[in-house]
């Protein structure tokens, strides 16, 4: 397949496979006829990148990911998501009390507490 086809494939636009393949995340195929031609492997290591990008590792980290799907270093693989999931604990923890917050802000400016709006005068004392 050609790359607009690969782009298609995983669900991301020609530039972001051009941007993997010079971060090493996707190898780019010799030219062929002219064009460079990818498979389904290639396909699949795409939709891989995009769905570790979307639980939240770096690319650096995917990279690494990649080179342990090789090895299979197990162990190492699980570190990593271990690591995954304590950030995604602390950024969940994190928007657990910002809409705390601002669950208490909105009930103060329904019951039309103090003068003027204490949503807007949270966010102008910050």
Do not use: N
Request: charged fraction near 30%.
């Amino acid at each position: 397949m050609m790359i607009s086809a690969l782009a298609k494939a995983g669900g991301v636009g020609v530039e972001t496979v051009r941007y993997y393949q010079r971060r090493g995340l996707l190898a780019e195929p010799e030219r062929a006829g002219g064009a460079r031609r990818y498979d389904a492997q290639d396909a699949r290591r795409l939709r891989f990148i995009r769905s570790a990008q979307e639980a939240g590792f770096t690319l650096a980290e995917i990279g690494e990911l990649l080179a342990l799907d090789a090895g299979e270093d197990r162990a190492r693989a699980r570190e990593l998501a271990r690591a995954r999931i304590t950030a995604i604990d602390t950024q969940v923890a994190k928007l657990t009390a910002a809409r705390a917050a601002l669950e208490g802000l909105a009930e103060r400016c329904a019951a039309g507490e103090g003068k003027g709006c204490p949503i807007l005068g949270a966010f102008e004392t910050h």
